[in-house]
Protein backbone atom coordinates (compact mmCIF):
# COMPACT_ATOMS: atom_id res chain seq x y z
CA UNK A 1 0.00 0.00 0.00
CA UNK A 2 1.49 3.31 -0.94
CA UNK A 3 1.60 6.10 1.59
CA UNK A 4 3.05 9.35 1.62
CA UNK A 5 3.49 11.03 4.85
CA UNK A 6 4.47 15.07 4.77
CA UNK A 7 5.92 16.88 8.02
CA UNK A 8 7.91 19.75 8.87
CA UNK A 9 5.15 22.35 8.73
CA UNK A 10 5.05 25.69 10.62
CA UNK A 11 5.17 29.04 11.62
CA UNK A 12 8.35 31.09 10.36
CA UNK A 13 8.81 34.32 9.65
CA UNK A 14 9.45 36.25 6.28
CA UNK A 15 13.32 35.29 5.18
CA UNK A 16 13.34 32.65 7.46
CA UNK A 17 13.78 28.51 6.29
CA UNK A 18 11.75 25.68 6.67
CA UNK A 19 12.95 21.92 5.38
CA UNK A 20 9.88 19.51 4.77
CA UNK A 21 9.98 15.61 4.46
CA UNK A 22 8.03 13.19 2.59
CA UNK A 23 8.25 9.65 4.65
CA UNK A 24 7.20 6.86 1.43
CA UNK A 25 6.28 3.55 2.34
CA UNK A 26 4.66 0.72 0.05
CA UNK A 27 7.41 1.92 -3.19
CA UNK A 28 10.85 2.85 -3.48
CA UNK A 29 11.48 6.26 -4.04
CA UNK A 30 14.46 5.68 -5.88
CA UNK A 31 12.39 4.51 -9.25
CA UNK A 32 9.94 7.10 -8.64
CA UNK A 33 9.62 10.77 -9.91
CA UNK A 34 8.36 12.69 -6.79
CA UNK A 35 7.18 15.64 -6.46
CA UNK A 36 6.16 18.98 -4.41
CA UNK A 37 3.14 21.13 -5.20
CA UNK A 38 1.13 23.66 -2.88
CA UNK A 39 -2.45 24.95 -2.74
CA UNK A 40 -3.13 28.67 -1.03
CA UNK A 41 -6.26 29.41 0.33
CA UNK A 42 -9.10 30.07 -2.83
CA UNK A 43 -6.33 29.09 -5.26
CA UNK A 44 -5.71 26.12 -7.37
CA UNK A 45 -2.62 23.73 -6.36
CA UNK A 46 0.56 24.69 -8.06
CA UNK A 47 3.84 22.58 -8.96
CA UNK A 48 6.58 23.29 -6.89
CA UNK A 49 9.39 21.20 -7.19
CA UNK A 50 10.04 17.94 -9.33
CA UNK A 51 12.76 15.48 -8.79
CA UNK A 52 12.82 12.55 -11.37
CA UNK A 53 14.07 9.18 -10.93
CA UNK A 54 17.52 8.86 -10.63
CA UNK A 55 18.53 12.64 -9.65
CA UNK A 56 19.36 12.74 -5.96
CA UNK A 57 18.97 17.28 -5.78
CA UNK A 58 17.22 19.83 -7.80
CA UNK A 59 17.22 23.24 -6.91
CA UNK A 60 14.69 25.78 -8.56
CA UNK A 61 15.31 29.63 -7.23
CA UNK A 62 14.79 29.48 -3.26
CA UNK A 63 13.55 25.76 -3.17
CA UNK A 64 15.44 22.56 -3.33
CA UNK A 65 14.08 19.08 -3.26
CA UNK A 66 16.33 15.95 -2.54
CA UNK A 67 15.51 12.83 -1.61
CA UNK A 68 17.42 9.99 1.02
CA UNK A 69 17.30 6.66 -0.53
CA UNK A 70 17.87 4.65 2.38
CA UNK A 71 15.25 6.28 4.50
CA UNK A 72 12.95 6.18 1.68
CA UNK A 73 12.40 9.90 2.14
CA UNK A 74 11.93 12.92 0.12
CA UNK A 75 12.69 16.71 1.34
CA UNK A 76 11.92 20.23 0.26
CA UNK A 77 14.37 22.79 1.76
CA UNK A 78 12.46 26.18 1.63
CA UNK A 79 14.72 29.66 2.00
CA UNK A 80 14.11 32.90 2.05
CA UNK A 81 10.32 32.54 2.10
CA UNK A 82 7.80 35.01 1.74
CA UNK A 83 4.32 35.26 2.69
CA UNK A 84 3.36 33.77 -0.74
CA UNK A 85 4.59 30.71 -0.02
CA UNK A 86 2.01 30.33 2.27
CA UNK A 87 0.47 27.21 1.48
CA UNK A 88 -0.45 23.36 2.15
CA UNK A 89 2.37 21.29 0.69
CA UNK A 90 1.93 17.95 -0.62
CA UNK A 91 4.08 15.54 -1.64
CA UNK A 92 3.22 13.15 -4.80
CA UNK A 93 4.39 10.58 -6.96
CA UNK A 94 2.46 8.32 -9.52
CA UNK A 95 3.07 4.90 -10.74
CA UNK A 96 0.75 2.30 -11.94
CA UNK A 97 -1.65 4.37 -13.49
CA UNK A 98 -2.27 6.02 -9.74
CA UNK A 99 -1.94 8.94 -8.19
CA UNK A 100 -0.91 9.44 -5.07
CA UNK A 101 -0.98 12.46 -2.77
CA UNK A 102 0.03 12.82 0.92
CA UNK A 103 -2.29 14.68 3.41
CA UNK A 104 -0.08 18.01 3.28
CA UNK A 105 1.45 20.41 5.62
CA UNK A 106 0.89 23.65 6.65
CA UNK A 107 3.38 26.31 6.05
CA UNK A 108 2.83 29.67 6.90
CA UNK A 109 5.07 32.51 6.39
CA UNK A 110 3.75 35.66 8.65
CA UNK A 111 6.04 38.55 10.81
Known amino acids: QVQLVESGGGLVQPGGSLRLSCAASGFSIRLNTMRWYRQAPGKQRELVAV???GVVSSERGRFTVSRDNAKNTVYLQMNDLKAEDTAVYFC?????????WGQGTQVTVSS
Open 92 to 100: NTAGLGADY
Open 51 to 53: LSS
